[in-house]
């Protein structure tokens, strides 16, 4: 069934995924009430739902003024505190929405948080900040094994399915994915795309597809040779395995 997604942008790089249809919307990680009011009542919208994927104040800052103002469902991750929510989901769980005519599945990808979420359904995955075009998020209350473990959960699924990450991210990630892969043609081409269609335009790099990153994201990318060769030149010393790379990825990424 249809239903149309709108990424409303929020503070200097954030994205609220607001999903609409007849009249009724369901949106995803408002961290600031604004932009979403702003939108529910230019197109005249009834908010139905709010889904959370972890507890970071960019995520949930508007939960407060939109709950008072609507009394939607408020749906987020059992392992994590936060005020306001309705239901608590985790990993198999599903989350019926049916003024969208759309069930999504929960799965837990801890990592960037202990009890990070992403909802995944109709071929679109809502990953919060545990995937980024060409990038991941980084590991504040997880540990690299937790994240390596999460990307792959996200990397099994089909290759079509489209990834509504939170942040616009993916020129920086591209320029770290250049350093990791030089020869990569896919990450020179998207370079140039993202360049200009968000550098230049100010538009919008998202949704990307799990096609594309497989193509040009480096933590994704643990088990192809090139990457590897280069994880194990910023250790100095040979990687025998897929999580030791991604290890040594993510620390050389968060000092890039």
Not at 104 to 110: F, G, I, S, W
Not at 147 to 172: D, G, I, R
Not at 212 to 233: D, K, M, Y
Request: glycine share 8%.
């Amino acid at each position: 069934m249809h239903f149309d997604v709108t990424p409303l942008r929020a503070f200097r790089d954030n994205y609220l995924w607001l999903l609409a249809r007849g009249g009724h919307a369901v949106v995803v990680d408002p961290g600031d009430p604004g932009p979403v009011e702003a939108h529910l009542a230019a197109h005249d919208l009834v908010l139905d739902a709010i889904l959370v994927t972890h507890h970071h104040a960019d995520h949930i800052g508007g939960l407060p003024a939109l709950i008072a103002g609507h009394r939607p469902r408020v749906i987020g991750p059992a392992g994590e505190a936060i005020d306001g929510l309705t239901e608590r989901v985790r990993d198999g769980d599903t989350v019926a929405l049916p003024t969208l005519g759309l069930t999504l599945q929960v799965l837990d990808v801890p990592g960037h948080t202990a009890g990070h979420v992403a909802y995944v359904g109709d071929g679109r995955l809502f990953c919060g900040d545990t995937l980024f075009s060409a990038g991941c998020g980084r590991l504040f209350e997880g540990t690299a094994a937790q994240m390596h473990a999460s990307l792959a959960k996200l990397a099994a699924l089909p290759a079509s399915t489209q990834v509504h990450c939170t942040h616009e991210y993916t020129a920086s990630n591209l320029r770290f994915a250049a350093a990791v892969e030089p020869d990569n043609a896919a990450v020179r081409d998207h370079a140039r795309w993202v360049a200009d269609v968000v550098t230049a335009r100010g538009g919008i790099s998202l949704p990307s597809t799990l096609a594309r990153e497989h193509a040009i994201n480096p933590f994704l990318r643990t088990h192809e040779p090139a990457v590897v060769a280069a994880a194990s030149a910023q250790a100095g010393h040979a990687l025998t395995s897929p999580q030791a790379v991604f290890a040594v990825l993510r620390a050389w990424k968060d000092h890039f």
